[in-house]
């Protein structure tokens, strides 16, 4: 329960976007924006999210997918999707969060997020995986 703690308050008082904490030592934070931050630790390596406790900005499916895959045990988020909420506590994982909202919006708020976009029909991590770096690779 200490990491959690450490995470949220790593997170707000640093403004970042990103913490991933375990056995009271912080593996991973990031200002960097959207999914690129657990995207980014995911594919560095996947066993230090093992146990953790993760704080981060935003939570959607795509996010959650990682998380789950990672097997964090909490998370903090401020802002998290329903099926993202009911993914992550359907698999064990502790939630707290500040604002629950049926879908993740894109930055202009007009249209879904492009990550849960990629994710509604990605049946695993791989696939999920090689659809953000296809998209990643198309905004460059």
């Known amino acids: 329960m200490k990491d959690i703690i450490l995470a949220k308050s790593h997170l707000l008082e640093n403004n970042l976007n990103f913490v991933l904490v375990r056995n009271e030592e912080i593996l991973g934070q990031s200002s960097g924006r959207g999914i690129k931050p657990i995207y980014d630790a995911y594919k560095e390596g996947k066993d230090q999210f093992k146990d953790g406790s993760v704080a981060d900005r935003v ?71 090689e659809k953000i770096e296809e998209f990643f690779r198309n905004i460059k």
């Open 59 to 129: 939570i959607g499916k795509a996010a959650s997918m990682f998380l789950i895959e990672g097997g964090i045990k909490f998370l903090y988020t401020d802002l998290i999707s329903d099926i993202a909420y009911d993914m992550l506590t359907n698999h064990g994982i502790q939630v707290e969060y500040s604002k629950k909202v049926p879908m993740i919006l894109n930055r202009t708020g007009d249209d879904l997020c492009p990550m849960e976009k990629l994710s509604s029909n990605a049946e695993d991590v791989n696939q999920l995986i």
